[in-house]
């Protein structure tokens, strides 16, 4: 027990050090950069930006004289920047010799781009220069001048695989995250809808944007939103999940407290409900904040879908989803506690099936689940022409194999692959491993004690879903604590024309959503006269 | 530092719990003899003789083909019958598990049939054991055979699975005739004394066909011992009273080799009690649906006044049945396997009290009135018999 203690200390301290050491790094490049405001000798810009650039083979330092007179630098990184517009748009005329007077304002009024902004210090030129845009830096002036004209290979808008539908919008976020601010943007088009921008990574520098819609989305929340990203500290990020574990209200919860989606219209809808979103340059699946659990079993779908559709489909889901963790648990306890409670024929045939089995039922079930858990992840590991052979060996040999081989018995495979089949109905592939990693323990406290084993456990997790929260929202609300009015989207899903007021997260602010009474019916006025 | 340990101490402890109790009463499906018929005799000797039959899992039956394929050769031919003699049935009962290699496994055990001699010397010893052991299951269906049980027992019925699943089945089939454990207890236990059991007859061999269980009528229980069996005709009899009407068919000769058939379809009969001046009194409130099946009279029962009289006829008809097994039990038997008692106690609580010691001596001078009412709903597909034009 002491080692074990000292080892964790040991770990804990060692990650402090390093974080101190991280920050120690970060201030020197802060306090260097910040000093360092643009003098207005371009030999000693220069000097400075290639320092910093050393040893950097993509960055292009292109020197040149505005109108045979003044003596220029465009600093850019190849690949990042659309060389040929800068070729054009900025280099063309500022070599031209009809600029009377090369000074700041006529060069800027000169140059044909839409987004100039002004360059201050060396500080200010990385940034741009990071971010694609090319940095013009001149002689005998203290600004510089950035031009919007970054541009780098990105994929186009594709259906997100993860999330495909039938019916509703096939597109899907991408890597580039103005492309996803615009995508947002023509679902919103609203002034109110704001996208906040923060930078964090000492080394990645990621942006990040916060949307939210000003005048649904609580302040409070926005406030709780920055508060826990400005507290973030770290070299690199490279997905949205690093932001998600290091701002989520539990870190030890097995359960995701923000949502994940790669679609644009899902996150559109939790806009409208008074939601972040948050999106992470590099990073195609945003995060919604806040949830609850009920978000992570409804697919955009039942929205697309008529609501009698909708309705059913939520409870099939439900019901599958217990299944998914309670599935072979069950079934492992009524055949070594509770024989008495199966059907007599069912009984003798489950009964003959395992005759021959050599293993217990719960070795027999964790070793099955095991099993499947390899095979799905194999599955989704392999390229796709591959991954079809894993399927098909996995489920034709082992399967079949290996009740011939008397290893498993038949009844066994068909409650793993049920329940296997119900963690993939989950419409959150994020809340369908949250479910599989807990159907394990369920599964042991089964085969120890039974249906008091899997009472407990239920228990056990039902407690940890009501003291969660998702950004100060319950996470089983408004189930628990009840709010018959969100029932409608939760229980069923209410028709258009009942939903009436927005949910949860808008914290009574602005919660009337639509004009009451709009249920179609026959105007009868009219058909009258 | 405290803390930690104490993080460490909330995570070993459920784990010390789960994995010290190990399998608490954890048992296979494989280490089990699962029982699904027991019958229970008395022998010459005064010993209770415990028969179970238990289904045989051989291993030679597991399908080695996989799941796909259900081998044909599953059905009856897979039990066994263990038999073993006790002064007890608890003690036969033990003796039970000292012969088999697996656990006892009662909780699948469906039938109880008790033998035609250990009836008669009196059930409620084993009831005892019964209804106080919480393996047995409580929705067991019990009868009497009039042979030894294990002899029904040795029985494989061929369509359906087991004995047992026979017996049942046939029991539910003929409505009323379902009892259960728990049934018997509360008839046994209750304020008439008095319970009536299914009976069990082996029809024996024919020339193709094997032996086989059939439910011969009701053993009438006084005080937890068998003292007289009613045939089926009887058995109907009891039934109109106990509102537990079979969906039969009743047939009415009204001129000779001339037949008029109703099928009941569903019907309700009620128990009204009342007590004036001492003199206890029933009026059983029997209404019942009926349409015609078969009609080779020379009326025509599509006119409505010939169904009038069928209704009455068939009134009559059912209240001979009624009447002559209410003799029975009043002058014969003298036991009230109508539960008589509870009625009048749910109306009369106070009377009852006083007059329950009496109760004996009351039910054989209790006056019941009947108001039969069976209403003929339709004649059938066709009105008048199309075959025989004479019909008016």
Same mark, same amino acid.
């Given at each position: 027990?002491?080692?074990?203690?000292?080892?964790?200390?040991?770990?804990?301290?060692?990650?402090?050090?390093?974080?101190?050491?991280?920050?120690?790094?970060?201030?020197?490049?802060?306090?260097?950069?910040?000093?360092?405001?643009?003098?207005?000798?371009?030999?000693?810009?220069?000097?400075?930006?290639?320092?910093?650039?050393?040893?950097?083979? /993509?960055?292009?330092?292109?020197?040149?004289?505005?109108?045979?007179?003044?003596?220029?630098?465009?600093?850019?990184?190849?690949?990042?920047?659309?060389?040929?517009?800068?070729?054009?748009?900025?280099?063309?005329?500022?070599?031209?010799?009809?600029?009377?007077?090369?000074?700041?304002?006529?060069?800027?009024?000169?140059?044909?781009?839409?987004?100039?902004?002004?360059?201050?210090?060396?500080?200010? +030129?990385?940034?741009?220069?990071?971010? @694609?845009?090319?940095?013009?830096?001149?002689?005998?002036?203290?600004?510089?001048?950035?031009?919007?004209?970054?541009?780098?290979?990105?994929?186009?808008?594709?259906?997100?695989?993860?999330?495909?539908?039938?019916?509703?919008?096939?597109?899907?976020?991408?890597?580039?995250?103005?492309?996803?601010?615009?995508?947002?943007?023509?679902?919103?088009?609203?002034?109110?809808?704001?996208?906040?921008?923060?930078?964090?990574?000492?080394?990645?520098?990621?942006?990040?944007?916060?949307?939210?819609?000003? @005048?649904?989305?609580?302040?409070?929340?926005?406030?709780?939103?920055?508060?826990?990203?400005?507290?973030?500290?770290?070299?690199?990020?490279?997905?949205?999940?690093?932001?998600?574990?290091?701002?989520?209200?539990?870190?030890?919860?097995?359960?995701?407290?923000?949502?994940?989606?790669?679609?644009?219209?899902?996150?559109?809808?939790?806009?409208?409900?008074?939601?972040?979103?948050?999106?992470?340059?590099?990073?195609?699946?945003?995060?919604?904040?806040?949830?609850?659990?009920?978000?992570?079993?409804?697919?955009?779908?039942?929205?697309?879908?008529?609501?009698?559709?909708?309705?059913?489909?939520?409870?099939?889901?439900?019901?599958?989803?217990?299944?998914?963790?309670? @599935? #072979?648990?069950?079934?492992?306890?009524?055949?070594?506690?509770?024989?008495?409670?199966?059907?007599?024929?069912?009984?003798?045939?489950?009964?003959?099936?395992?005759?021959?089995?050599?293993?217990? +039922?719960?070795?027999?079930?964790?070793?099955?689940?095991?099993?499947?858990?390899?095979?799905?992840?194999?599955?989704?590991?392999?390229?796709?022409?591959?991954?079809?052979?894993?399927?098909?060996?996995?489920?034709?040999?082992?399967?079949?194999?290996?009740?011939?081989?008397?290893?498993?018995?038949?009844?066994?495979?068909?409650?793993?692959?049920?329940?296997?089949?119900?963690?993939?109905?989950? #419409?959150?592939?994020?809340?369908?491993?949250?479910?599989?990693?807990?159907?394990?323990?369920?599964?042991?406290?089964?085969?120890?004690?039974?249906?008091?084993?899997?009472?407990?456990?239920?228990?056990?997790?039902?407690?940890?879903?009501?003291?969660?929260?998702?950004? @100060?929202?319950?996470?089983?609300?408004?189930?628990?604590?009840?709010?018959?009015?969100?029932?409608? /989207?939760?229980?069923?899903?209410?028709?258009?024309?009942?939903?009436?007021?927005?949910?949860?997260?808008?914290?009574?602010?602005?919660?009337?959503?639509?004009?009451?009474?709009?249920?179609?019916?026959?105007?009868?006025?009219?058909?009258?006269? | 530092?405290?803390?930690?340990?104490?993080?460490?101490?909330?995570?070993?402890?459920?784990?010390?719990?789960?994995?010290?109790?190990?399998?608490?009463?954890?048992?296979?499906?494989?280490?089990?003899?699962?029982?699904?018929?027991?019958?229970?005799?008395?022998?010459?000797?005064?010993?209770?003789?415990?028969?179970? =039959?238990?289904?045989?899992?051989?291993?030679?039956?597991?399908?080695?083909?996989?799941?796909?394929?259900?081998?044909?050769?599953?059905?009856?031919?897979?039990?066994?019958?263990?038999?073993?003699?006790? =002064?007890?049935?608890?003690?036969?009962? &033990?003796?039970?598990? $000292?012969?088999?290699?697996? $656990?006892?496994?009662?909780?699948?055990?469906?039938?109880?049939?008790?033998?035609?001699?250990?009836? %008669?010397?009196?059930?409620?010893?084993?009831?005892?054991?019964?209804?106080?052991?919480?393996?047995?299951?409580?929705?067991?269906?019990?009868?009497?055979?009039?042979?030894?049980?294990?002899?029904?027992?040795?029985?494989?019925?061929?369509?359906?699975? &087991?004995?047992?699943?026979?017996?049942?089945?046939?029991?539910?089939?003929?409505?009323?005739?379902?009892?259960?454990?728990?049934?018997?207890?509360?008839?046994?236990?209750?304020?008439?004394?008095?319970?009536?059991?299914?009976?069990?007859?082996?029809?024996?061999?024919?020339?193709?066909?094997?032996? *086989?269980?059939?439910?011969?009528?009701?053993?009438?229980? =006084?005080?937890?011992?068998?003292?007289?069996?009613?045939?089926?005709?009887?058995?109907?009899?009891?039934?109109?009273?106990?509102?537990?009407?079979? $969906?039969?068919?009743?047939?009415?000769?009204?001129?000779?080799?001339?037949?008029?058939?109703? $099928?009941?379809?569903?019907?309700?009969?009620?128990?009204?009690?009342?007590?004036?001046?001492?003199?206890?009194?029933?009026?059983?409130?029997?209404?019942?649906?009926?349409?015609?099946?078969?009609?080779?009279?020379?009326?025509?029962?599509?006119?409505?006044?010939?169904?009038?009289?069928?209704?009455?006829?068939?009134?009559?008809?059912?209240?001979?049945?009624?009447?002559?097994?209410?003799?029975?039990?009043?002058?014969?038997? %003298?036991?009230?396997?109508?539960?008589?008692?509870?009625? *009048?106690?749910?109306?009369?609580?106070?009377?009852?009290?006083? &007059?329950?010691?009496?109760?004996?001596?009351?039910?054989?001078?209790?006056?019941?009135?009947?108001?039969?009412?069976?209403?003929?709903?339709?004649?059938?597909?066709?009105?008048?018999?199309? *075959?025989?034009?004479?019909?008016?």
């Amino acid at each position: 027990m002491r080692t074990v203690s000292r080892l964790l200390s040991q770990l804990l301290n060692s990650g402090r050090r390093r974080s101190e050491h991280m920050t120690r790094i970060e201030q020197q490049w802060h306090d260097q950069l910040d000093q360092a405001k643009l003098s207005d000798e371009l030999e000693l810009n220069i000097e400075r930006l290639k320092a910093i650039y050393a040893d950097c083979s /993509d960055v292009i330092f292109h020197e040149f004289v505005i109108s045979e007179r003044m003596r220029a630098m465009l600093i850019y990184i190849e690949g990042l920047t659309n060389i040929e517009e800068v070729d054009r748009h900025v280099l063309a005329p500022l070599q031209r010799d009809s600029l009377q007077e090369p000074i700041l304002p006529n060069i800027r009024r000169t140059i044909p781009v839409s987004s100039i902004k002004p360059v201050e210090s060396i500080r200010d +030129a990385i940034e741009e220069i990071c971010t @694609g845009n090319p940095v013009l830096l001149m002689d005998k002036e203290q600004q510089g001048l950035s031009f919007g004209l970054s541009q780098w290979e990105k994929r186009s808008i594709e259906e997100p695989t993860a999330e495909s539908v039938l019916k509703g919008p096939r597109e899907g976020f991408i890597e580039s995250l103005r492309t996803n601010t615009a995508l947002l943007r023509r679902k919103v088009q609203t002034p109110n809808l704001k996208i906040r921008a923060i930078r964090t990574g000492t080394y990645s520098r990621t942006t990040i944007a916060i949307t939210y819609i000003e @005048g649904i989305a609580s302040p409070a929340l926005v406030d709780e939103m920055m508060r826990r990203l400005q507290r973030i500290e770290i070299d690199g990020i490279l997905e949205s999940t690093y932001i998600e574990e290091l701002i989520e209200d539990n870190p030890y919860s097995l359960f995701p407290q923000l949502l994940s989606t790669e679609r644009p219209d899902v996150a559109a809808s939790y806009l409208l409900e008074g939601c972040i979103v948050l999106l992470v340059d590099g990073s195609p699946s945003v995060r919604i904040a806040p949830i609850t659990i009920y978000s992570l079993l409804q697919s955009p779908e039942d929205y697309y879908e008529r609501y009698f559709i909708g309705s059913a489909i939520r409870w099939l889901r439900y019901l599958f989803f217990a299944i998914s963790l309670l @599935g #072979p648990s069950l079934y492992v306890a009524v055949l070594t506690f509770h024989q008495e409670m199966i059907p007599t024929p069912l009984l003798l045939t489950m009964a003959r099936s395992r005759e021959q089995i050599p293993f217990p +039922a719960l070795i027999e079930a964790l070793l099955m689940e095991t099993m499947f858990e390899a095979l799905r992840e194999a599955g989704a590991r392999l390229p796709k022409q591959i991954g079809s052979a894993v399927s098909i060996v996995g489920a034709l040999v082992i399967g079949q194999a290996a009740i011939s081989a008397g290893i498993v018995s038949s009844p066994m495979v068909m409650v793993v692959a049920i329940t296997g089949i119900a963690s993939f109905m989950a #419409p959150r592939f994020n809340v369908g491993v949250t479910v599989r990693l807990l159907r394990f323990p369920m599964m042991l406290l089964a085969g120890f004690l039974g249906f008091l084993g899997i009472i407990l456990g239920i228990i056990v997790i039902l407690n940890h879903l009501l003291t969660l929260r998702s950004f @100060g929202v319950p996470y089983m609300s408004p189930l628990a604590p009840m709010r018959g009015r969100d029932l409608k /989207d939760v229980l069923i899903r209410a028709p258009r024309w009942m939903m009436n007021t927005r949910p949860h997260a808008a914290e009574n602010r602005n919660l009337r959503r639509q004009e009451p009474n709009i249920r179609p019916h026959p105007d009868i006025e009219n058909e009258r006269t | 530092m405290l803390k930690r340990m104490k993080g460490v101490a909330l995570l070993a402890l459920p784990l010390a719990m789960l994995i010290l109790t190990g399998c608490w009463d954890s048992i296979e499906v494989n280490d089990l003899a699962i029982i699904t018929a027991t019958g229970l005799d008395l022998t010459e000797d005064q010993q209770l003789e415990l028969s179970v =039959k238990i289904y045989l899992i051989s291993p030679s039956d597991v399908d080695q083909s996989g799941s796909m394929s259900e081998s044909g050769n599953n059905g009856n031919g897979k039990s066994v019958i263990r038999s073993v003699r006790g =002064k007890s049935i608890a003690q036969a009962a &033990s003796k039970l598990q $000292q012969i088999l290699t697996r $656990q006892v496994f009662w909780g699948q055990a469906e039938v109880f049939i008790f033998g035609a001699e250990l009836a %008669k010397h009196g059930l409620n010893d084993v009831m005892d054991y019964l209804t106080r052991q919480p393996t047995i299951r409580e929705r067991a269906n019990v009868f009497i055979s009039e042979t030894t049980a294990k002899e029904v027992l040795e029985l494989n019925p061929p369509i359906e699975r &087991s004995v047992a699943d026979a017996l049942r089945e046939m029991a539910r089939l003929q409505t009323g005739l379902d009892t259960t454990v728990l049934d018997l207890a509360q008839m046994m236990s209750g304020r008439s004394r008095a319970a009536i059991i299914p009976t069990v007859e082996i029809l024996s061999e024919d020339d193709d066909q094997e032996p *086989f269980p059939q439910i011969s009528g009701l053993a009438i229980i =006084k005080n937890g011992a068998m003292i007289d069996q009613v045939d089926e005709v009887n058995t109907t009899g009891i039934m109109w009273l106990r509102n537990k009407i079979k $969906q039969t068919a009743l047939t009415l000769e009204p001129a000779p080799d001339q037949h008029v058939s109703v $099928q009941l379809l569903r019907g309700h009969s009620e128990l009204i009690p009342s007590i004036v001046n001492d003199r206890w009194e029933i009026t059983a409130r029997i209404e019942t649906l009926a349409e015609i099946i078969e009609n080779t009279t020379d009326r025509d029962y599509s006119i409505p006044d010939h169904i009038a009289q069928l209704k009455t006829d068939l009134a009559d008809h059912v209240n001979q049945h009624i009447i002559h097994t209410l003799e029975l039990a009043q002058q014969t038997w %003298k036991v009230d396997i109508y539960q008589f008692a509870d009625v *009048f106690y749910r109306a009369y609580p106070k009377v009852w009290a006083r &007059s329950k010691d009496r109760w004996e001596e009351i039910f054989p001078e209790v006056e019941v009135k009947l108001e039969t009412n069976i209403i003929v709903r339709r004649p059938g597909m066709t009105g008048k018999n199309i *075959f025989k034009p004479g019909q008016r």
